[in-house]
């Protein structure tokens, strides 16, 4: 099943049935480790609202509510590759070749809550960069007690210039307004994700398709345990959080995303992340 957050509330989908919950708060939803249990009990006559998931698409907003958004790097090995490149100049390539062999991985702090843009929303390219591209990450919603609740579509934006330039700058080349965008939906599942599942990003310049790339959720070298269990090893989540699991795509080096660019990212089975590009 889908979980919607809209400005009407959240809304379940499933079956090809909308389903309004009445009064119910995101933080409590994403923290409960029985949710798609308790979640049945809405799933009733009274509760169904006529909206197509087409129509949930236009009005879903980024669906969390205070949760940190972090992020796990060098994950797929078309990341350690790219990440080689653009850094060789600074010396700091061989980085990114032992955080991808080594135990432990890359975890960083990406954006607080109110910083995430929702489906829809504009995304940023930073001022000072010149060589920026979205990273198109499947995004893991965690409780408290390391269980993950769910699944989202996530946006890294990332300046490829300045994480280059310095490995120390990854913080500015990774959090600024406009960075990370989530959406449109979460898909609650007790079931393990489809390995299979396609991961798919697609960018937009005038109408034409200026790139695209896919993967799929088994080119991922680490587990999604292993990356949650060093999360949260010496850090506590009172309310849980979320995960983006690192880019299994990054489009070739002479391209970099423009203002008004469409970013079109989609995850078999959960949907697709649309968000343009502004100022
Ligand atoms: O090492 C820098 C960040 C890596 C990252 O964001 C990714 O691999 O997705
Ligand atoms: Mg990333």
């Known amino acids: ?36 249990q308790d979640l049945q009990d809405f799933i009733n006559d009274t509760n169904r609202i006529s909206l197509s998931e087409k129509e949930l698409n236009t009005i879903a907003l980024a ?12 994950t797929y090995y078309r990341s350690k ?8 100049g600074s010396g700091g390539s061989s980085f990114y070749d032992k955080v991808y062999e080594a135990e432990r991985p890359e975890l960083f702090f ?9 489906p829809g929303e504009n995304v940023r390219i930073r001022k000072d960069s010149l060589w920026s591209v979205p990273e198109p990450e499947l995004t893991l919603v965690v409780s408290s007690s390391k269980k993950i609740i769910g699944y989202t579509v996530g946006n890294d934006m990332s300046a490829r210039d300045i994480e280059g330039e310095n490995p120390l700058y990854l913080p500015q080349a990774k959090s600024y307004t406009g960075s990370a965008a989530l959406g449109p939906c979460i898909y609650i599942t007790n079931e393990p994700l489809n390995l299979h599942a ?30 949650i269990e060093f999360l949260f090893s010496e850090m506590d989540f009172p309310i849980g959080c979320f995960l983006m699991t690192g880019t299994g795509i990054v489009p070739a080096d002479d391209f970099t995303l423009k203002v008004n660019d469409r970013i079109e990212i989609s995850i078999d089975g959960i949907g697709t992340l649309i968000n343009e590009v502004g100022i």
């Open 198 to 227: 396609q991961i798919s990003l697609s960018i937009f310049r005038k109408e034409k398709k200026a790139f695209e790339g896919h993967t799929t959720v088994a080119e991922i070298k680490r587990s999604f345990s292993e990356l």
């Open 63 to 74: 669906p969390i509510k205070n949760q940190e958004v972090w992020a796990a790097g060098v």
């Open 81 to 88: 590759t790219a990440r080689m490149e653009e850094s060789k």
């Open 1 to 36: 099943m889908k979980l919607f957050k809209t400005p009407k509330g959240n809304i379940i989908y499933t079956n090809n049935q909308a389903y309004k919950l009445p009064e119910t708060d995101l933080n409590t939803l994403l923290n409960n480790d029985n949710l798609i």
């Open 110 to 118: 990406k954006s607080t809550a109110q910083r995430v843009c929702g």
